[in-house]
């Protein structure tokens, strides 16, 4: 009986660490899949297929599933909500009906509540970690010593990206380069295209560590984040940590000290944000522009499409609303949504918003609040809008609206997937 007792135990252990396996494998090829260079080498279409794949794997290694009456009518309701876009307009897309349609029903069947997002998001961490610890070493080793040789060089017409990207057996790759604050080198862009994505999944990351993570304050975690994202040389991946670092200690600081310094932060970030800015603006590297004539062209787009949007990724149906000539590109993810997506898609993104600020000028659940926010503001200066990692993020947003209650979160052992 002892015996057959320890084989249970066994078999229960190989289970979990089956599921555990299973659920970071899906998260990191989540997070490949949201604009990777591997994600532009190789098919998009492939990183769905293996998506799917773990996920089904994943299910199957479940003890039992919790299908809650509200999440099942929600996600019911999201699918009409977007079918009438299929049906209507420009939206018979496998990725649309995969990436944003699918995935955010799964997402929020699967993950069901708090407990659940918050193990996710903690594995979600980990990963990044990893990611930047490994950026680190090659932007310090290869970028910057010039020790490591890269491994292939991808054409930005090979990849359908930017320039050329300088290939590091695709952990990391070279292809922006940035001439401010005396520096004149190599962004850290980490394994994705731009340093706008590796900024978002760090700033997510790092939002999570601060203001999330209830179980204890991982300060080695939080360090390594915040060093990549300097390194990033990214405006808003500063000007997020700087904010998120004073939002985190501004209630233990001393009132005087609060009266004293938190003007002069503020009075230092507007000025390192305008020096970074007009170094990028006198060096050639103009983004901020770029990215405002994208909001305008994009919000007079959904003015004239606005139910139903201009058609999924419609790139042409911005051209006659720009000043700048730049060609069918985008940098803006949530006008993006509005343009092509109409009040049908657009919902789903800025009602969260309303919900989140309502609440947290009533002081209810702000940590929780404060993602939907900042995940908000993430998608106004990222274009991820068509990534499996943005409908997560979404997902977990509406999970915050109608599961969290004040405190429910009190014990990481208590996250382990069932």
């Known amino acids: 009986m002892q015996i057959k007792r320890i084989q249970i135990a066994r078999h229960l252990d190989i289970n979990e660490i089956i599921r555990k396996v299973l659920f970071y494998a899906l998260l990191l090829v989540i997070i490949l899949q949201c604009h990777s260079l591997m994600d532009h080498v190789y098919k998009n279409s492939y990183f769905l297929i293996a998506i799917l794949g773990i996920w089904i794997l994943l299910l199957g290694f479940s003890k039992r599933l919790i299908f809650r009456k509200w999440n099942l009518g929600f996600s019911f309701i999201y699918l009409i909500f977007l079918s009438v876009l299929v049906i209507i307009g420009d ?13 955010f029903a799964l997402f929020m069947i699967y993950l069901s509540d708090a407990d659940r997002v918050d193990y996710t998001l903690k ?5 990044i970690v990893v990611i930047s610890i490994i950026s680190l070493f090659f932007f310090i080793f290869a970028s910057i010593l010039k ?9 930005g017409e090979a990849i359908n990206w930017g320039s050329n990207h300088y290939d590091y057996f695709h952990l990391y790759n070279e292809s922006q380069w940035i001439d401010v604050f005396s520096y004149s080198g190599v962004r850290n862009i980490g394994p994705f295209v731009e340093a706008p994505m590796f900024n978002y999944v760090l700033c997510l990351a790092l939002y999570y560590e601060l203001f999330l993570n209830r179980a204890n304050f991982r300060k080695v975690h939080t360090a390594i984040l ?11 991946g500063l000007i997020s940590a700087i904010i998120l670092l004073i939002i985190k200690y501004y209630s233990r600081m001393k009132k005087w000290i609060q009266f004293i310094l938190l003007p002069a932060i503020l009075a230092l970030c507007i000025i390192i944000a305008y020096i970074f800015v007009q170094d990028k603006v006198n060096n050639n590297f103009n ?4 990215r405002m004539d994208d909001i305008q062209s994009c919000i007079k787009c959904f003015l004239d499409n606005f139910w139903i949007g201009a058609g999924y990724e419609n790139m042409s149906a911005l051209r006659r609303y720009r000043f700048l000539n730049v ?10 949504i509005l343009a092509f997506g109409g009040v049908l898609l657009g919902f789903w993104y800025v009602f969260p918003i309303f919900i989140a600020i309502i609440r947290f000028i009533k002081n209810k659940n702000r940590s929780e609040m404060g993602w939907i926010l900042f995940t908000s503001l993430l998608l106004v200066f990222t274009v991820v809008q068509t990534r499996v990692l943005c409908t997560m993020v979404n997902a977990i947003s509406w999970i915050y609206i109608f599961e969290v209650k004040q405190d429910s979160v009190q014990s990481m052992n208590r996250y382990a997937l069932k």
């Open 287 to 290: 983004s901020t522009s770029v």
């Open 226 to 236: 915040i060093v990549t994202l300097i390194t990033t040389f990214s405006t808003t």
């Open 327 to 336: 060609g069918d590109t985008l940098s803006s993810g949530l006008s993006g």
């Open 91 to 103: 939206f018979k897309h496998i990725e649309f009906l995969f990436s944003v349609m699918f995935c």
């Open 123 to 127: 594995a979600f961490s980990n990963i």
């Open 147 to 155: 020790i490591i040789p890269y491994t292939n060089v991808y054409s």
